[in-house]
């Protein structure tokens, strides 16, 4: 046996010993790992631990669960990011040496980390199942795509299983040579602590608010929706927009400027900041060019605020999953202002579309998605998946 007191594989004996481990700090990854870890760790079947950044936004609510765990030093930001990769080796040996000593029985890791392609490896050589939950399978515009393709590569090969959470990806994943498991489970609603008593009604007596939300990036299609509002306005004159997020707007400020009604937040928005500026908005806009699935949708749909968005990647499957809003016919600027027109002029259509998304049990998705996260577990661990 492997560990002290968890499984071996093949064993089918109770309560593994699961690691849950995500380094990030901030953004969506996090929050999705908080949620899931929550409904962990109310399950008896598991016996669950934690290795978290001490600089993570979340970390005093990851600490609330009480479980026990390795906090690390990561960064506190960009600029701290290299000299702090220097640590890395003696991490990746204190990390390990975790894993052995508590006899951790299966790594979780919800979502990768930059860190992760230097240790992955090594959990594989200790004998230890990688389960990674892929939220995208290729980097996308924008992003240093070279290094880190190769970095999620390294990273993707070291897993023992994924999770993905569309059969886009999924499929992707396989068309791309991956031999392991793969499980679908889809993302589930971030609530934020707040969700919304009521479905939403359409706008009476002010401006309609659309809202673009999340990093500037080439692939999230900001000329796209400038090209969409320009058409929406020749109808809809008060058309409100915000732009929100960090990135490069350059290439679009003379648009933003000529078109006016554009409110601009061009900065990084604090986790605290988000349930207020999608709460303040009516439909929240996606007119990426690509996509594997995305957070926004998620925080969207938590928040009770109806979303439209290209047909690209998985987002036509996680808005028909959560009944969240609409997918335009084409990624073109036309397309997309017929789609958000199309919820302008018919008030019924918005307001069912509010009630779907507001109408299902709190907390549900996410029980269902830790059962399923469960029995991938207990697969890769050689027990039975119930």
């Known amino acids: 046996m492997r560990g002290r007191g968890g499984p071996t594989a093949g064993s089918g004996m109770s309560r593994p010993r699961v690691l849950i481990w995500y380094w990030g700090r901030r953004g969506g990854g996090p929050r999705y790992a908080l949620e899931l870890a929550k409904r962990l760790a109310a399950r008896d079947d598991l016996e669950l631990f934690l290795s978290i950044s001490r600089e993570s936004e979340f970390y005093d609510a990851f600490k609330a669960l009480g479980l026990p765990g390795l906090d690390v030093e990561t960064y506190a930001d960009l600029k701290t990011a290299a000299l702090a990769s220097l640590r890395l080796p003696l991490l990746r040996r204190r990390f390990l040496d975790y894993l052995r000593d508590r006899g951790i029985d299966i790594v979780y890791c919800p979502m990768t980390h930059v860190w992760n392609w230097f240790i992955a490896g090594g959990i594989r050589r200790l004998g230890i199942p990688y389960l990674l939950t892929l939220h995208d399978d ?14 999620l ?19 992707r994943l396989r068309q791309s040579g991956y031999g392991g498991p793969v499980f679908i489970i889809p993302h589930g609603p971030f609530y934020y ?3 919304p008593a009521a479905a939403r009604a359409f706008p009476a007596g ?37 732009i929100a997020g960090s990135g490069n707007l350059g290439p679009y400020l003379d648009r933003i400027a000529g078109l006016g009604g554009i409110a601009v937040e061009n900065r990084w928005i604090a986790e605290s900041e988000v349930p207020d500026l999608i709460g303040a908005a009516d439909l929240v806009v996606l007119p990426y060019t690509e996509a594997s699935q995305s957070g926004v949708i998620a925080s969207a749909q938590g928040l009770g605020v109806p979303v439209v968005a290209t047909p690209v990647g998985g987002l036509a499957e996680q808005i028909s999953e959560a009944g969240a809003g609409m997918v335009c016919d084409a990624v ?55």
Do not use: M, Q
């Not at 390294?154 to 499929?171: K, M, P």
């Not at 401006?207 to 809809?236: M, N, Q, S, T, V």
């Open 138 to 151: 290729a980097t996308h515009k924008g992003e240093n795509v070279l290094i880190r393709d190769l970095i």
């Open 153 to 171: 590569r390294h990273e993707i090969r070291s897993a023992a299983g994924i999770i993905t959470l569309s059969a886009w990806v999924a499929d």
């Open 193 to 195: 602590d707040r969700r």
């Open 206 to 242: 002010r401006p309609f608010r659309l809202l673009f939300f999340g990093r500037i990036l080439a692939y999230k299609g900001i000329g796209l929706l400038l090209d969409a509002l320009e058409r929406l306005r020749r109808d809809h004159p008060d058309l409100a927009l915000t």
């Open 332 to 386: 073109s600027g036309e397309s997309l202002a017929d789609a958000i027109g199309g919820l302008l002029i018919d008030r019924a259509r918005y307001e069912a579309i509010a009630a779907t998304i507001t109408g299902g049990p709190s907390g549900e998705a996410w029980d269902k998605i830790a059962d399923d996260t469960a029995a991938a577990i207990r697969t890769l661990c050689g027990g039975p998946e119930t």
